[in-house]
Each structure stands twice: as C-alpha cells, then as structure tokens.
C-alpha cells in the first residue's frame, strides 16, 4: 500500500493512496491512525480492516487535491550513512570506510514532497541535493540482528539529504550542515515493504532543472538497509517511525568542476522505481 499524510482544511490526515483517490483511514480509525506514526504502531491488527476499507472505496478525496505533508511530519530520529556508495566515495577522494558512518538529521528538518525547500540565511550558496532511500522503521527493535532487520522496516520512500556544504565542513560532525529547517524532504508516500520487495533493486535518479545528475541502484550500496538496521541498533533503539535515509550515489554538486551548488528557483527532483517521486523548487529561507 502506499500511504501519505495530507490535508485538506481539518488539519494533518493519514490515508492510503489508489489510484487518483486518497482514501480517509484517519477518519475512519480515528483512534487508532489519527497519525501516521500510531497507524503504523497499530498496522498488523488494522491491515485486514484498512484493506476492506479501500476495497469499498470508503470515504476519499481527490489525490490531486490535497496537499501531502511528509509521510510522517515530526519523525523520532531521522538518521543518515554517509559515503555508502562506491562512485560518491570516489568523487569525494575520501577512503572506503571501513565502518558505517553516521549522522543525524533534526526532527525539525522533515519536509513534504512539493514544498519549496529554503536556501538558508545562514548560507544560502553551498546548498546540495543528495537523492537517497528512505527506511521507515515499523516496530522497536535493540540489538536486532542482520537476518531479523527485514521484518523491522515498515515501508520506503523517496528522500533528499539536502546539504549545506559550508556548514557541513565546519566540524567533523556533519549533523549542522544536514540539519538546517526544509532539508530532509521525504515521501510522496510510504510505500509497504511488501509492495517495494526487494529494496536492493531500486534504480534512482536525480535531476535539477530537468538534467540528470544522479543516476543509481540500489543494489550498489555498500552497506545494505538491513545491515544498517542492525548496526544502529547496537547502539540505539529503532521505533515506529523513525527514519533512515540509506546513502547517496555520485553525481552530487559539490563533486562538479566547478561546483555546482543549488540557486533560487532551481527544482530538484528525486525518482526511485516502485516509489514515485518527489519534486521541488529552492527559495530563499
């Protein structure tokens, strides 16, 4: 299934996208999927119930009327791998890690799909677009071995790790320079793992202003989804909702001769198989 948040003048609605109609599980479950978050806690006891729902084409509004917000528009954690792809490795003259490395997007950087993405004030001219996979995770989980982490996440989405590269350079950490306002825009939807299958066999690509600078697979991950599952939970635990955003390919601006940063009015769009696409403009914050 895929299934987005939207509005449509009552405030943030949670529903399930067929066809061209959104159908309104939110209003028929509002006790239980009145977010996007408590649907997911509550999927397995409410499938069977949602799937009916959709087959009777319950109460629904027009997809092209309303307005998506990010899947889940306040996610607990929104964490990122760098350098996870071997052309991105290359273009960026560091060494093939060794280990996964992480860092955090704030939760206060979570976007929808076709909302205007701010150029900082901060530093509006080293903005970057990085077109990644998103992971929903779908169940707590600690210590989750490899084998297990498939059953964990709930579903995928299109993301861009927006990137201020200035502030990303500032320190080691890079968590600043991912973290500005507008910078983990995500979605249109989230798209069940059983509808996506295998999340190694995506092809991606990115464009700005209708030129390709991206152009991916999934397969190519250093580090696979679930190995990233695992590796995180060593150390933290995953709940419903969290987010991870999977890596970048080469193709990135700063790696251009010269550099080519993001301007006002510049529209990047992010595509992935089997999960549509999201699309927006720059402008300043």
């Not at 060794?98 to 150029?119: C, G, N, R, V």
């Not at 991606?204 to 250093?222: D, K, W």
Request: proline share 7%.
């Amino acid at each position: 299934m895929k299934l987005v948040t939207f509005e449509m003048g009552r405030g943030p609605e949670v529903g399930v996208v067929e066809n061209d109609r959104i159908i309104c599980v939110g209003r028929a479950f509002p006790d239980q999927a009145s977010t996007m978050i408590d649907l997911i806690r509550n999927w397995e006891a409410l499938r069977p119930q949602i799937e009916a729902l959709v087959a009777s084409s319950h109460e629904s509004v027009g997809l092209a009327e309303a307005h998506l917000l990010a899947p889940i528009p306040r996610p607990g954690k929104i964490m990122a791998i760098g350098l996870n792809y071997k052309d991105h490795i290359a273009e960026s003259g560091l060494a093939t890690p060794e280990h996964q490395l992480w860092f955090s997007k704030a939760s206060t950087s979570a976007h929808p799909p076709y909302d205007p993405i701010a150029l900082p004030k901060a530093s509006p001219n080293t903005v970057d677009y990085e077109a990644e996979l998103v992971a929903v995770i779908g169940k707590a989980g600690k210590h989750i071995p490899e084998s297990d982490a498939e059953t964990y996440v709930f579903g995928y989405c299109c993301g861009n790790d927006v990137s201020v590269r200035e502030w990303q350079k500032m320190t080691p950490q890079w968590t600043l320079g991912k973290s500005f306002d507008t910078h983990a825009p995500f979605g249109p939807y989230i798209v069940t793992s059983d509808e996506v299958g295998d999340p190694h066999q995506l092809a991606f690509r990115c464009l700005v202003n209708g030129e390709v600078r991206q152009s991916s697979n999934t397969r190519h991950l250093l580090f696979n989804v679930f190995s990233q599952v695992a590796h995180l939970t060593k150390v933290m635990t995953l709940e419903p909702g969290d987010l991870i955003f999977t890596g970048t390919s080469g193709g990135v601006g700063a790696a251009m001769k010269p550099p080519s940063f993001l301007a006002e009015r510049d529209v990047v769009r992010v595509e992935f198989e089997k999960l549509g696409h999201i699309e927006a403009a720059f402008a300043p914050e």
